[in-house]
């Protein structure tokens, strides 16, 4: 492809998703900012419309929330609220012989005179009651999120309006109700009748039933933004680890791009095909499969019957009883022996996808506050593969006479110090994924804005792996095992063959594990192979569960772990590589071009955001403890990515609480002062040593530079200095004097500071260091006069659960580290980062 049909595929993908995306909603749907006076529209592309057409109560209160959030990501509909004191109704007009979506958004924020947590109030639509004595706040708080979204089918009526009242307890004095924004969106008929699990030959009619959206996942695969999804529902599929259960994760597949999913009869409103591409199956080890169940579990409200629906599609076999497999909900059996799930058999062949819909009545003698989904292989039907598979995962609270409501968030799960926060935040079972959350919302926001972006700012500099680039965020294009997420098992042979018997012309670095060699596997894809000392005490096999699970960790801002060797007497992990290098090298002694600042800028967004994942947005918090300029490499689009985390040290420190005591590892001049005091790890260090990053960009000299006057010798004690004394300016890199808009440098410098506080509790979480960078990036544009849309500010959110992933390449250099790791034993070879917290659930 030459440059031209690039650039011209370039703008037509552009263009595609600006069309595409607002394109899909119906006319018919309204999107309501409550309190709003103007018609606008959100990042991503919703119009949203003033509320008074539709209120039928006068005198209601208007309200701007005086404090916005930076995890908020977009203003609309958030910043804006209607408040109520008294009953109060909106009546829209809707098709009575349809079902509808309604989503209700709460930013439960300062409300000028009003103290929120005095909010307490019942919503309902018609005559079913959604919520009751309902506390934005209280759930806000519990989630650990600033907003909240809730999201219901409601049954056809046959009326012609839809009424949704909003009701202030009459139990609490000043109590008041609030809403943000209002969403009805016609759907299809979409639902039927649910088997009841347990009850042979009983059913559940949903046609008929009000829903509440609890979880909607996409199995094995990436989160789908709303702007994604099929049939312009607009709704949100999140990735399916945070609740998985097992010891094992099973395995990620996914169909190659261009297979078609063939919808048949089956609305595609449904779900859109990349929820069917994507599966989590056991594994090839069959043997093993039977042993075990594939686990995931969901926390709901207890004595309501929930639907679930699991949607499958089979895109590798193509006949019957090539796969079949038993379900339980709940310990009961759904599926099983003569009745195993066989998706061919249920679907009619390869690339058709089918769902079925459960119903499972959740009291205290059954599941209590829980579903549960397991499956294993039917050792019955004899398949010719012992493997379970599950596309996607729908779960729906039914309504019981006429009620959805269920209590807050118990007091008891949210207590007030830090610390206990930090353990709820780790335990994403509740936070960040529930279904309509904050995160989500975000997510799609962003993700637009990103997307978007990508595509304007690439520059095709004739690298040889265009193709991985597409879709940075979804859906993207890179298909072979290294984006499906499974940890493979190379042979010493492969390896070999790929770096010519470990030429010493391939090495491109050395580590502290040993040599990293530049090789080829599969005929072609570009790898990094870092081969161990062979005196490395450390055997991989202890390793290996861990290396399993770090090579499910995808993100577009992280460099992969794609497998590993531990072949006749050799240990080698396989890596993408990155054509680029290091961030390093393009800072100083390079004979490179000089970066730009708002390249530099989007370099450090990009790390951030790597980081931010690697500390909330995986299963466990993972603390890099080696953040570096070495450890930031960049693939042939300049996409930033952190590199050497992993392969943390287990053993009893794990387990003592909300910080891990373990020898010291980093790299002087970037270790953070208190954990070298208390020898102490948090994410905060991490901080710490991103904030030393990030002088190092502005400043171009290295973290240490021992031939300096003694006050200059460490970056960041000098730069802090610098800042303090006002005199910035003087130690800038020379390059970049009169490019950076003032306030911009303001606030990048600001940001950098307060990554160097001295104590860990005054320095900001990654998401907030990366939402500051990005309002830097946005302020140097408006600037420049470079920016053509504003966004919202942006914070990491839409990193949960796990990005892009297969952009490509990535050599991991580090060189001429002084490690603090190389100065104290063997013991602490291989060890990277550490994992915290790894109890799961
Ligand atoms: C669930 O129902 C049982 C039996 O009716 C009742 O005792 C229990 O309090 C209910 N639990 C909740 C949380 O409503
Ligand atoms: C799988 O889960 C079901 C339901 O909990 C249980 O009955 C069955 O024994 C489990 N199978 C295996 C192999 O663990
Ligand atoms: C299913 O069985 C497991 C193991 O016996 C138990 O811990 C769990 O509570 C059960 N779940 C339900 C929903 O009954
Ligand atoms: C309302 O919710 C609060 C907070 O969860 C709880 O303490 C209170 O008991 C509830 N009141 C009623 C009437 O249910």
Same mark, same amino acid.
Request: no cysteine; aromatic share 0%; net charge neutral.
């Given at each position: 492809m030459n440059e031209k049909t690039r650039n011209l595929c370039s703008l037509i993908c552009f263009f595609y998703v600006l069309l595409v995306s607002p394109s899909q909603s119906n006319a018919k749907d309204v999107a309501l900012g409550c309190g709003a006076t103007e018609p606008s529209t959100d990042p991503d592309k919703k119009k949203w419309e003033p509320d008074t057409k539709f209120l039928k109560t006068p005198d209601t209160v208007q309200a701007t929330a005086t404090y916005q959030d930076p995890s908020l990501l977009s203003t609309i509909p958030y910043m804006t609220a209607r408040i109520f004191t008294a009953p109060a109704t909106y009546e829209i007009p809707v098709k009575g012989d349809k079902r509808h979506l309604l989503r209700l958004h709460f930013y439960p924020s300062v409300y000028t005179g009003l103290n929120i947590d005095d909010s307490y109030f019942s919503v309902a639509a018609n005559d079913v009651t959604l919520l009751s004595n309902f506390s934005a706040a209280i759930t806000c708080q519990a989630l650990t999120q600033a907003y909240l979204v809730r999201e219901y089918s409601l049954a056809p009526t046959l009326k012609d309006v839809l009424t949704i009242t909003l009701t202030p307890s009459d139990k609490h004095p000043k109590a008041f109700a609030f809403i943000n924004g209002i969403e009805v969106i016609e759907m299809p008929e979409l639902f039927d009748t649910a088997v009841l699990v347990g009850f042979a030959d009983q059913t559940s009619d949903v046609k008929s039933a009000n829903l509440q959206t609890m979880f909607r996942v996409n199995v094995g695969g990436q989160d789908i933004p709303g702007s994604k999804d099929s049939g312009g529902l607009t709704r949100t599929w999140y990735n399916d680890a945070p609740y998985i259960f097992s010891a094992g994760l099973g395995v990620t597949l996914q169909a190659s791009d261009n297979f078609r999913i063939d919808y048949q009869k089956m609305p595609?409103?449904? !779900?859109? !095909?990349d929820v069917y591409k994507t599966a989590r199956s056991q594994g090839p080890n069959g043997d093993l499969n039977v042993k075990s169940n594939l686990t995931w579990v969901f926390q709901v409200d207890t004595n309501f019957t929930y639907i679930m629906r699991l949607h499958f599609c089979e895109f590798q076999q193509s006949k019957i009883n090539q796969k079949a497999f038993n379900i339980y909900i709940n310990n009961k059996t759904a599926q099983a022996d003569a009745e195993a799930a066989d998706i061919i058999a249920w679907s009619g062949g390869k690339g058709v996808p089918t769902y079925k819909d459960y119903a499972m009545y959740v009291d205290t003698t059954n599941g209590g506050e829980e579903v549960s989904l397991q499956m294993t292989p039917s050792v019955f039907a004899k398949p010719e593969y012992l493997d379970s598979q599950l596309n996607g995962l729908e779960i729906f609270k039914m309504d019981t006479m006429k009620n959805l409501a269920g209590p807050n968030p118990k007091p008891s799960d949210m207590k007030a110090n830090e610390d206990a926060k930090k353990e709820f935040r780790g335990d994403k079972r509740v936070t960040a994924f529930v279904i309509g959350s904050a995160g989500g919302v975000a997510a799609v926001l962003l993700c637009a804005l990103c997307f978007t972006m990508y595509q304007r700012k690439r520059k095709f500099q004739g690298s040889e792996s265009y193709t991985s680039s597409w879709l940075p965020l979804y859906g993207n294009s890179h298909t072979s095992t290294i984006s499906a997420g499974l940890c493979r098992r190379f042979s010493l042979s492969e390896i070999k063959h790929g770096t010519q018997n470990f030429d010493e012309s391939n090495v491109i670095g050395v580590g502290g594990f040993g040599k990293v060699y530049k090789g080829v596997i599969d005929g072609g894809t570009k790898v990094a192979i870092k081969k161990s000392n062979p005196n490395s005490e450390q055997g991989l096999n202890e390793f290996e569960t861990e290396i399993e699970l770090l090579s499910r960790l995808r993100h577009k801002h992280l460099v992969s772990l794609i497998g590993y060797c531990d072949d006749g007497g050799e240990m080698c992990l396989i890596y993408d590589y990155m054509s680029l290098g290091t961030l390093r090298e393009h800072l100083y002694n390079t004979k490179r071009p000089q970066l730009t600042w708002k390249r530099r800028l989007e370099i450090a967004i990009g790390s951030a955001r790597g980081l931010h994942y690697l500390h909330t947005g995986a299963k466990y918090t993972i603390i890099h403890r080696d953040v570096k300029t070495t450890n930031i490499l960049l693939d042939e689009n300049w996409v930033a990515k952190v590199s050497d985390f992993g392969l943390s040290k287990t053993g009893p420190d794990m387990n003592a609480g909300g910080h891990v005591s373990t020898v010291v590892k980093g790299s002087f001049g970037y270790l953070d002062p208190e954990y070298f005091r208390r020898q102490q790890l948090t994410e905060k260090s991490d901080v710490y040593s991103f904030g030393v990053v990030l002088f190092e960009i502005l400043c171009a000299r290295p973290a240490l530079n021992p031939s300096l006057p003694k006050e200059q010798v460490s970056l960041g004690d000098w730069a802090l200095n610098c800042k303090r004394k006002g005199n910035l300016d003087d130690i800038i890199d020379p390059n970049l004097k009169g490019k950076i808009n003032a306030e911009c440098l303001k606030k990048f410098a600001d940001t950098a500071e307060k990554c160097l506080s001295d104590s860990g509790l005054d320095r900001p979480s990654m998401g907030d260091v990366l939402w500051n960078l990005e309002f830097a990036l946005q302020v140097q544009e408006t600037a420049d006069g470079t920016r053509r849309r504003t966004p919202s500010h942006g914070s990491a959110s839409e990193d949960l659960g796990g990005g892009g992933g297969g952009g490509g390449m990535a050599v991991n250099v580090s060189a001429g580290e002084h490690d603090v790791s190389d100065l104290s034993s063997e013991e602490n070879s291989g060890i990277f980062s550490q994992i915290v917290n790894p109890k799961g659930r």
């Open positions: 595609v409103s449904t !779900a859109p !095909a």
